[in-house]
């Protein structure tokens, strides 16, 4: 694939995940089927500014995120596979075409889209017009060969095999299980979770309460638990059969009040030290339109990876990723661990203490009551951290697909350019490089510390199940790319 168009392309993605409503594509060239990569320079930059409008505000939110995204690619995969001499579908096979050929990534291209389309229509049906010109403009004025008919036929195929087959895989995405039959609500919990307490009163302080939130102003919302079903959907690999250890979040019971104290001190100590560059990277992991997919986009750079080799390294962190969710989801609903915001104040009340005091306020004196975490506090459990899992799964995984710890990943941060503390952090240009995919995971799990959303336990006891997790990942999709399913 042409190095050229795969920079010009990251930058494409930068711009659709960091300015959701700019137009990604000012400044490019047209694309070309033969030469581009339909994935980054046509669909995510199509697809991302409307999750911005419709699902997510920071790039946060990832049980939601994670589903779309991963519908998406599962459609890329199973298009691809009409391509392939060996590869399988995961819920179908389009008719074998001719194969891939490195030098031409035309039909693939548009069986990628058209794939993408059936997926984007079925999900966000109000932009079908903005899916259908993703196609033909895509395609231009070559829509009347017989390799581009076919290769439309392949991707819309995949595409509605790949929906149908997620549609009742436990994660509500109709919005008719629990017995509904009129006004659907999409993603709703239909299992009957309700939290142990309210947004304004503790009874039980070892459990999850749901956090306040500024909606505009003068408006407010109680948080309710996002997706409590994630953590029965069905997984890609064989989840439940793998050996995913995850000891009880003991320092998280008030009646350990010692480590319960501890564990609380802790989290107000990080806050009340936090860098430029610990509250950039905290923004930046947060956002996983961003961190997660470009990282992937890098990685296919430095391999030299051609549009066949992307889609198969591209859908191997999908799938870890989308299992990780699951458990993650599973073991939070399980424990129904406090957050920080709440034991701080049940410990401390109305008493000062020395941390981060909000937007522009710097480490200061607070009331414990008042305290807030740098970053907004996730409406699910805290225990185990989700974004840690996620970003360990998907670090695993790419080391397994690339064969290489090596990521060598420059990211830089403009000065005023945080979504926290706008106009005011960083208060100059600063870059950080991610040498090591280890390094990328670790510095994720840091990330929710510095920024007070979790406890140090919820972290790092994550390591030993989420690896494992995204080795099976790739041999799971190792196992269809070989023509039969692991």
């Known amino acids: 694939m042409n190095r050229v168009w795969i920079k010009l392309a990251l930058i494409t993605v930068v711009i659709a995940a960091h300015q959701p409503f700019a137009s990604a594509q000012e400044g490019m060239p047209p694309f070309d089927l033969q030469t581009g990569n339909a994935a980054i320079q046509v669909i995510i930059p199509a697809v991302d500014p409307i999750f911005f409008e419709d699902v997510t505000v920071n790039g946060g939110d990832p049980s939601i995120l994670i589903r779309y995204t991963t519908l998406i690619v599962n459609a890329w995969f199973d298009a691809s596979a009409a391509y392939h001499k060996t590869a399988v579908g995961v819920y179908s096979t389009p008719d074998r075409q001719q194969p891939y050929d490195p030098t031409d990534n035309s039909a693939l291209n548009v069986a990628m889209i058209a794939g ?3 997926i984007l229509e079925a999900c966000f049906p109000a932009h079908a017009q903005r899916w259908q010109d993703m196609l033909d403009n895509a395609i231009g004025d070559r ?9 439309i036929r392949c991707g819309t195929y995949a595409g509605r095999a790949v929906w149908l087959g997620r549609l009742n895989d436990g994660m509500n995405h109709d919005g008719t299980m629990g017995g509904r039959t009129a006004n659907p609500m999409p993603f709703a919990d239909y299992t009957g979770y309700e939290p142990l307490n309210s947004a304004y009163r503790v009874r039980r302080p070892s459990h999850w309460q749901p956090a306040i939130e500024r909606m505009g102003t003068g408006k407010y919302r109680t948080q309710m638990f996002v997706t409590p079903q994630y953590g029965q959907v069905t997984p890609y690999t064989d989840l439940w059969s793998l050996n995913l250890p995850l000891d009880p979040p003991e320092k998280s019971d008030a009646m350990n009040t010692e480590a319960y104290q501890e564990q609380a001190d802790a989290v107000l100590a990080k806050s009340a030290s936090l860098t430029d560059e610990q509250k950039m990277l905290s923004e930046f992991y947060e956002n996983k339109l961003f961190s997660l997919p470009v990282s992937a986009v890098v990685a296919s750079m430095k391999q030299g990876m051609n549009l066949m080799e992307f889609v198969h390294m591209f859908f191997s962190q999908e799938v870890a990723i989308f299992d990780a969710g699951i458990w993650v989801w599973a073991k939070k609903r399980e424990f129904d661990a406090v957050r920080p915001f709440t034991s701080i104040a049940l410990l401390n009340g109305d008493a000062p203490v020395e941390a981060w005091g909000g937007p522009g306020k710097g480490t200061t004196q607070i009331p414990a009551s008042q305290w807030e975490s740098y970053l907004p506090v996730a409406d699910h459990p805290e225990y185990p951290s989700a974004s840690a899992c996620l970003c360990r799964a998907h670090a695993t995984v790419m080391q397994e697909v690339t064969g290489t710890n090596d990521l060598g990943w420059e990211v ?3 000065a005023g350019s945080s979504f926290v503390e706008p106009g005011l952090t960083p208060g100059a240009d600063l870059k950080f490089t991610f040498d090591t995919w280890d390094e990328f995971a670790e510095v ?8 007070g959303v979790h406890f140090e ?22 196992g269809l790319i070989a023509g039969g399913k692991k």
Not at 462 to 473: H, L
Request: glycine share 8%.
């Open 143 to 151: 829509g009347g060969e017989p390799e581009i008919k076919a290769a």
């Open 412 to 414: 830089p941060f403009s």
């Open 444 to 451: 994720c799990g840091m990330t929710r510390l510095w920024s």
């Open 457 to 478: 336990d919820a972290v790092v006891r994550i390591k030993e199940p989420c690896t494992t997790i995204g080795t099976a990942a790739a041999a799971y999709v190792q």
């Open 116 to 118: 993408s389309k059936v």
